[in-house]
């Protein structure tokens, strides 16, 4: 049987019955036409054509520019929030400017060092195929379409699978993705977790998912019976440090910002805070006065506040719930939830146990523990016994050896010192995670290399050489102790080589001598 996929980042609770439901459905639904379509487009040479990426970029800028206020208002009915909250929905407009402006550099043959005196090697920058991406639920235009911009730029066919739990942005995007884009190179698939898993049975030349751990292995155990590469992000628990060299207000301020944009369901999001000792009652005080500042002091207020975002349903709300009732920790801030209203309270941990829920699974919602450390070595233990491979990392610190032991003392897929989540405003450095946060990367030119096949190919001379590299049989011993010393070996013994070398200096020595002696 078929594993079941969802798009859905978190956990995916449901009954054996609802399981059994969507198997059954699932294996009742093929998509083998519609990809077999797209991928007879594809062999048409159509999406090669560097004006063909042209318009699809200027498309998917004109999806953007005509339907900015649609986005916004789908996301809001998804997500609530302010309105400021829907820019971030429209980066796919900056990204497609910058594959516009970059083109015809990123597309242009690499000329490389070529192995001999005539003919030439180079490398072919050509797309890979049809490239399915799966996309979720928490900027659902944002990583459907800074996804689809790079896939488009190398020149790529893509079937477009949208969340279905961000069921307005999700509609919308059915709408407008068929009536900007070439629909017969580019295809929109909606539906729930049946659609995502008939989906994966079929045969795609590269992957694309965006989500949880769990649905990544599905993922990826689909694209191993085709042997197609994935591109997997999935998050995981990402730190923050807080130094004592740091400076305290603006961590507070950065953190608070990074953690509840769209209620900490950002893969990238400060997951927990490890703080100095020296510092940590300040820390924590001054974390718990910015968010009251910022949102009401009681848990009624910031029910209330039109710029707190909802979760995305009850479901999260339940299993974020979850993770606060059941910590050891102190609960200094927050701990209130309702289901019905899609409301998790910003929830602040004092002192949780490294056992506890909510230090060993994502977070993925408003809720931030912090444990003081004693030091650098400290919080970098601790980050490696909690999440040794997160999506994210982040420092504040003025002291550059703090920050270099650090780094040098940690992995993760990407690194923010004194910021939080900005790293992914820089499309010129790659966005992807390392080991269980994921794999692969993209934004910018990485994006672009990501979905390109770097064909190599060497042109060989015919005018001054005419037979092959050997000449034909017999072949004598001899023949094989001359290429070895040519290639590897040598015609010098290592004493040979040093008194050569010896020579070469003593002669060097004498010429200049007498070139001093004959101006003296």
């Known amino acids: 049987a078929s594993p079941i996929a969802s798009t859905e980042r978190g956990f995916y609770n449901v009954t054996v019955s609802e399981k059994a439901h969507d198997l059954r ?36 800028q004109r999806l953007h520019t005509e339907n900015h206020e649609r986005i916004v208002e789908a996301l809001r009915k998804d997500h609530g929030g302010p309105k400021i909250r829907g820019l971030f929905e429209l980066s796919g407009h900056i990204a497609a400017q910058e594959a516009l402006d970059a083109l015809d550099t990123w597309t242009a043959p690499e000329v490389v060092k070529h192995n001999a005196m005539t003919g030439k090697s180079y490398i072919r920058k050509e797309p890979k195929g049809v490239v399915l991406l799966i996309s979720p639920w928490n900027f659902p235009f944002n990583l459907t379409f800074e996804g689809l911009v790079p896939i488009i730029a190398a020149g790529n066919c893509a079937v477009i699978k949208p969340s279905e739990v961000s069921t307005h942005s999700g509609a919308l995007m059915a709408e407008l993705i068929p009536k900007y884009f070439d629909n017969d190179a580019i295809k929109v698939v909606t539906g729930g977790v049946p659609e995502t898993t008939a989906l994966l049975r079929e045969k795609y030349d590269h992957i694309l998912y965006t989500g949880n751990g769990a649905v990544g292995r599905i993922v990826m155990a689909a694209a191993a019976r085709h042997l197609t590469p994935v591109t997997l992000e999935l998050g995981g628990k990402s730190p923050t440090y807080v130094d004592k060299s740091a400076k305290v207000d603006t961590a507070v301020a950065r953190i608070v910002l990074a953690k509840t944009l ?41 029910k209330d506040c039109k710029d707190w975002p909802n979760i995305i349903n009850a479901r999260h709300v339940g299993r974020i719930y979850n993770l606060v009732d059941e910590t050891t ?107 269980e946060s994921g794999m692969g990367a993209y934004h910018g030119k990485a994006g672009f290399d990501e979905f390109t096949h770097r064909r190599s190919v060497l042109v060989k001379d015919t005018f ?22 040519l290639q590897i070996g040598g015609f010098l013994t290592d004493s040979q080589r040093k008194l050569f070398k010896l020579a070469g200096v003593g002669a060097a020595a004498l010429i200049g001598f007498r070139l001093i002696k004959s101006r003296l």
Not at 275 to 292: M, N, R, T
Not at 382 to 397: E, F, G, M, S
Request: a negative charge.
């Open 262 to 302: 769209n209620a900490g369901q950002i893969c990238i999001a400060p997951d927990y805070i490890l703080v100095h000792s020296d510092v940590a009652s300040e820390f924590k005080s001054k974390l718990v006065a910015e968010l009251k500042k910022q949102y009401g002091e009681t848990s009624q207020e910031r």
């Open 25 to 60: 459905t699932a294996e009742a639904l093929s998509y083998n036409d519609l990809v077999e379509g797209v991928r007879k487009v594809f062999k048409s040479g159509k999406t090669k054509h560097l004006q063909w990426r042209r318009e699809q970029l200027l498309a998917l």
């Open 329 to 435: 920790g102190k609960v200094i801030m927050g701990g209130e939830a309702d289901q019905h209203t899609h409301f998790v309270d910003p929830t602040v941990i004092d002192e949780p146990s490294m056992n506890d829920s909510v230090m060993r699974e994502e977070i993925f919602g408003p809720v931030l523990p912090i444990m003081t450390v004693n030091g650098v070595e400290d919080a970098i233990e601790r980050v490696n016994n909690i999440c040794d491979h997160p999506l994210a990392l982040y420092i504040y610190a003025e002291d550059q050896a703090t920050i270099d032991a650090f780094l040098n003392g940690t992995t993760s897929g990407g690194v923010c010192v004194n910021s939080c989540i900005e790293h992914i405003s820089n499309n010129n450095l790659p966005f992807g995670g390392v080991g």
């Open 464 to 485: 001054f050489s005419k037979g092959a590299l050997l000449p034909g049989p017999p072949y004598s011993d001899s023949l094989y102790d001359l290429a070895y010393k």
